[in-house]
């Protein structure tokens, strides 16, 4: 069984990437590469990381919606690499101390986390829920997007995008196209078409239980840790990882 980590990123959020990298080639205990996919501009800069075990595709953004874009590239990520499961880590998931791939199965399963509606923000019903019902065909019936692990067959990603094209009566390339600019300050307002861990989860749960086992959602049962990548970066934060990564 093959793991990989992947990721999808772009210049604003190499600061967080880089850390993100580090830390999970720290603490990560398990077999698994990495796999990262940038736009073009960030060759030069991360040429001079250095870190082993790290692949980088460099992959044009042809849509203007940068955000779309992402979530369009993470749908897509057994076409980047031939793990036989994908492990998707934005920029800003840190991992803040010793973890194991292990530890994202149960029984063989990779675990699915959700949190009922009544027990999520309201406001993350309004955005996420149209976008994968769309996409889907299907209810959103419990919040997925928590926090990493993101663990998921490769087979869910292409099994997922024939989905969406079987009920879109588009290519998904086609429906996953977007030309409205992402603002963080439009953010609420966004017209978003995808939801990558949202819908992972939702198709999992709903298609392939063989594969998934859904397991209601607990805070702080992982070292993992969800940041907002457009606003959370400090010097502080800077000083505290670097000290982490020093021990």
Known sequence: MKIGVFYCSYKPDLVWLIYSIQLVQKFLAGDYGITVVLEPDCRADVSLWGFSNVRYIFHTRRQADGYQHAMAVKLCA?????ADWIFILDSDHLLLGPWSVAAA??????????????ESLA?????WAPPVETMLGLELDRDFMLRPPFLFHRSTFSLLRARVAAVTGMSFA??????????TAGFLTHPY??????????????????????????EATNPFHVYWSHGQWSAALQAELDALLAQ
Not at 105 to 118: C, L, M, S, T, V
Not at 174 to 183: E, G, M, R
């Open 105 to 118: 199965f149960n029984a063989g399963k990779a675990i699915i986390a959700y949190r009922p509606w009544e």
């Open 123 to 127: 406001q993350v019903r309004a955005i």
């Open 193 to 218: 078409k995808l939801c990558d861990y949202e819908a992972l989860g939702l198709f999992g749960t709903k298609f392939q239980p063989a594969l998934y086992q859904a397991v209601p959602y607990q």
């Open 174 to 183: 086609d429906y996953a196209y977007s030309d409205v600019p992402f603002t």
């Open 78 to 82: 057994d076409s980047f690499t031939d």
